[in-house]
């Protein structure tokens, strides 16, 4: 059964992580994926609360060209200090680019209602809350971020509290098991996806990232098609919640 708090705990954390970022505080102070200029917010915490499984991917897709967009003309006066609250129903969801509709309205709907909005609650939060950096030294700037937003990362999760947390692609995998103190090496992600480790009350199921399924399906046996991964992953899902 959920806490009652839920709801509260969440919004605290997520208003934790947004004024780490607008005053460089706490894992944000020497953070390199912080724009300084205050152009490239965060994105992180959108869903349906209580919610019972979590997706957590990699970074927000947008990618930004420089840290700062343009230091002579900061974008602050824009920005609120405070996190603006973002709720969704299920239904925000079956419109991603990447994830087809049909794992939400069929293979998970079809078994456990997910697509009528009233039974189950969806979160979805990127591991690392700032966009990538194109630039100089971009490789090891981003990797400082992902290493940075773990500590932001599980008191996320904790507060949300789902049953099932999903990270996609191997970056999201790798801040989960560290978050969270998984004793599990990521050698190849293809030893971890579609399984399910169970982490004291919550089970993590690992999935490819969306943007390389196609590729990566050739290095999964039994699996030969998108659909057909899809519809397992929601297997996975639904065995256990």
């Avoid at 839920?6 to 605290?12: E, L």
């Avoid at 965060?42 to 230091?71: C, K, M």
């Avoid at 919550?202 to 290095?219: A, C, D, E, F």
Wanted: glycine share 8%; aromatic share 12%.
């Amino acid at each position: 059964m959920y806490r009652e708090n839920v709801t509260n705990d969440t919004s605290q954390v997520l208003d934790k992580i947004w004024s780490d970022w607008y005053n460089g505080e706490g894992p944000c102070a020497n953070c390199p994926g912080r724009d300084e200029s205050g152009c490239y917010t965060p994105y992180f915490g959108a869903g349906t609360l209580p919610a019972e499984i979590a997706f957590v991917a990699e970074t927000p897709g947008d990618s930004r060209s420089t840290q700062t967009q343009n230091p002579d003309n900061p974008c602050w006066d824009s920005v609120s200090e405070n996190r603006a609250e973002e709720t969704h129903s299920v239904d925000w969801l079956f419109g991603h680019p990447q994830i087809p509709g049909k794992f939400f309205n069929q293979y998970l709907g079809e078994r456990y209602g997910f697509n009528d909005g009233s039974r189950v609650g969806i979160y979805f939060t990127n591991a690392k809350k700032c966009a990538n950096i194109v630039g100089e030294d971009e490789e090891w700037k981003d990797e400082k971020a992902r290493i940075d937003c773990r500590s932001h990362l599980r008191p996320e999760i904790e507060a949300v509290d789902p049953t099932v947390i999903v990270p996609f692609g191997a970056k999201a995998t790798e801040a989960l098991y560290r978050s969270f103190g998984v004793d599990r090496s990521l050698r190849k992600m293809a030893g971890e996806v579609l399984n399910t480790y169970q982490n004291n009350s919550r089970y993590i199921v690992p999935s490819y990232h969306w943007s390389g399924l196609q590729r990566n399906i050739t290095n999964l046996e039994n699996i030969s098609n998108a659909d057909e991964y899809w519809e397992t992953l929601a297997d996975e899902i639904t065995a256990i919640v």
